[in-house]
């Protein structure tokens, strides 16, 4: 509702005798914020809770508010209103919402048409029908009232109000039904379709991928209306699936043109004068040393270089990392698409880089051959993998050689052969580089880090933009040596900033939650195993746990439920140490080209080594929140590229058979991951076979109420392909050889069980 301006009660300029509004408790703080200031939102909500709900007329008067500050205190009223901290009754009366045992949250939609309210304060979660659902979309702000439980024993909310609607614009499909023409949602969560006002297509075709624009928003009578902006073209065409998720994740692909401009000024090459002190800090000279990128064959942006030389007993290493800060300034245009993206994405055949190509494939490349500036982490390393001290400092390097994997990998495993012969003088440095990575990786495990394995899938494509093939990434020693210098570097630059005190974006990784801890404690008791450490395990128990199943053919099971159990690793300014790396503190230096947090980790760094603090421009929690979004935004795109491409993939091979196994269990089923093909798809709880089937989270299982069969995460099964949808990215398996229908004395039956009428 809006707030239109109260009614004249006092002479402009007229102040009361005995003014109210100095009785505000945060007066001082509105002074010190604005030259004319206002009531505190905390003394409207005091007043008005004292006084009970009041017309915005009353409130203007109680509160003095002079006319000429009627337009001011009304948009501070509407701010209000908005958070959800106000909200007006039946009668038009301003009211605090905590009185009226209202929740606030954010909306999450779902594709059936129901969602649930995801309340502000973190308590469960509230369900919304699809009647409620009607008025809003995903991701709106709404106040709710509890109305009791759902059918299903859940918490269930009616909206009082909608303080916010997110959705501006929509990317989805354009159909037309009886001259009617709307769009359905590529976010699924959004199932209401959207009407497409006369005249207002841009001529886009039925079935054409489009953006949107909202007019009007959803309310209880009617459904949103918008007008075409901008016709991407057909579902099918080469790179479309990318052009969707990039609009319907929100992700930023377009540079500002402050962005553009910088990067064109910037030097293509390094200059004399960046060499002179940076802001009193030198920078040393270490192009002599023979200091190499080791990346795949596809990467364009080197962030990292690496160098070790033996050092008595020991080692010294030297990881030196683009000095991306030295290009990129604290809140210019570079630096505000930085932090907007907050990291580069990277999706088959194409990357959204944080930083334009200038910078991030030229400039701040560590290319072989040319001279960069750097950052420097030193270290000196004992024979027990233990970095006995380490040092920062700004330089000036240059990359001998551009290594990969695979060349470095060939190298160590022939030392005769044709790589090893073409960089005999630097082979050498890559055995000690190797030697240190065995001394590391034996820390590594004396320190209990937990090592899970994964296969990582790369897409083949053809000469037409379609997949050929989906094959295993191999892991080599060679990955792991790089791995574990940028752990080193990465420990060092967490313990640098928590020994100066200055603030920084740590990357943690908190342990079990209680609830996950004992589920997966149930799990384990059905192998008689345990997971030692009590109510507070450590990475080490975990990783004891892991080699004591290597091997079993429960082990797949296993390790995806303790990998579960675990928490997400977030970014945050509280350094609560990274669990499954068994480190007390941990933050991210070595990939300031793609990653905004090592930005903010290197400007820290250099402050400090001037004597001074840095100040990132915004408050380090919501940068750490900010940071985390844009990383899960980036997961969630590519895994949706990733998903419609292995469609696409499987369309022309329904009715295959293949073998696989079990990735998940759900209520509504099982997913398989077939082997060969590396593609997962469901096979529906009524695929299963003639049975009832009940589903045990904690067992992570699906068991047959009559046959007594249980399928669990890691079960090999056969699976033939039945089903592939492009507009949903999902694929329908059916079991080759389902539950047959089962005598009531069927072997295996539970215990207890009654036959269902």
Known sequence: MSIEKTKKYKKPNTPAKSSIRSLDPFLEREKANYANPLPSREFVIEQVSQHGPLPAESLSTLLDIREEEQDVFGRRLRAMVRDGEIMFDRKGQICVAQKLDLIKGRVQGHPDGFGFLIPDDGSPDMFLGPREMHQVLHGDRVLVREVGKDFKGRREAKIVEVLEHVNQRLVGRLFSEHGVLFVVAEDKRVSQDVLVAPGQSMGAKDGQVVIVEILTQPNKNSQPVARVIEVLGNYADPGMEIEIALRKHALPFVFSHAAEDLARKTPKKVRKADWKPEDGLKREDVRDLPLVTIDGETARDFDDAVYCEKQGKGYRLLVAIADVSYYVRQSDGLDIDARDRGNSVYFPRRVIPMLPEALSNGICSLNPDVERLCMVCDMDINSQGRVKKYRFYPAVMRS??????????????????????????????????????????????????????????????????????????????????????????????????????????????????????????????????????????????????????????????????????????????????????????????????????????????????????????????????????????????????????????????????????????????????????????????????????????????????????????????????????????????????????????????????????
């Open 400 to 757: 001998h050689a551009r290594f990969t994997y695979t060349k470095v990998w060939a190298m160590l495993q022939d030392k005769n052969g044709a790589d090893a012969r073409e960089y005999a003088a630097l082979l050498p440095q890559v055995e000690r580089l190797y030697e240190l990575y065995h001394v590391l990786r034996a820390a590594r495990e004396k320190r209990g880090a937990i090592d899970f394995e994964s296969t990582e899938t790369q897409m083949i494509f053809n000469d037409q933009g379609k997949i050929e093939k989906i094959v295993p990434v191999v892991r080599n020693d060679a990955h792991k040596l790089i791995e574990e210098c940028m752990l080193a570097a990465n420990v060092c630059a967490s313990d640098f900033l928590a020994q100066h005190k200055h603030p920084t974006l740590y990357r943690v990784h908190e342990g079990p939650t209680p609830e996950k801890l004992e589920n997966l404690r149930a799990l384990l008791r059905e192998f008689a195993l345990t997971l030692p450490g009590g109510e507070e395990p450590h990475a080490k128990d975990y990783a004891q746990l892991l080699e004591k199943v290597k091997g079993r053919a429960e082990a797949p099971l296993l390790q995806t439920a303790m990998l579960r159990s675990l928490q997400q690793a977030v970014y945050s300014p509280d350094n609560v140490g990274h669990f499954g790396l068994a480190y007390e503190g941990y933050a991210h230096f070595t990939s300031p080209i793609r990653r905004y947090p090592d930005l903010l980790v290197h400007r820290a760094i250099k402050a400090v080594l001037r004597g001074e603090k840095y100040r990132p421009g915004a408050k380090w929690p919501q940068l750490g929140e900010h940071c985390s979004m844009t990383e899960r935004r980036a997961d969630e795109a590519t895994r949706d590229v990733q998903n419609w491409l292995k469609c696409f993939y499987m369309r022309d091979r329904i009715g295959e058979v293949f073998d696989g196994s079990v990735s998940a269990v759900t209520s509504f089923g099982m997913f398989v991951l077939l082997d060969d093909a590396y593609v997962e798809g469901l096979v529906h709880i009524t695929e299963l076979g003639q049975d009832y089937f009940h589903y045990d989270a904690a067992l992570h299982s699906l068991s047959g109420e009559r046959s007594g069969v249980r399928y669990r995460l890691g079960d090999r099964v056969r699976v033939k392909v039945m089903r592939v949808d492009l507009e949903s990215s999902k694929i329908d398996f059916a079991l080759e050889n389902p539950v047959a229908a089962a005598p009531d004395t069927a072997r295996g039956k539970p215990r207890g069980k009654q036959r269902r009428k």
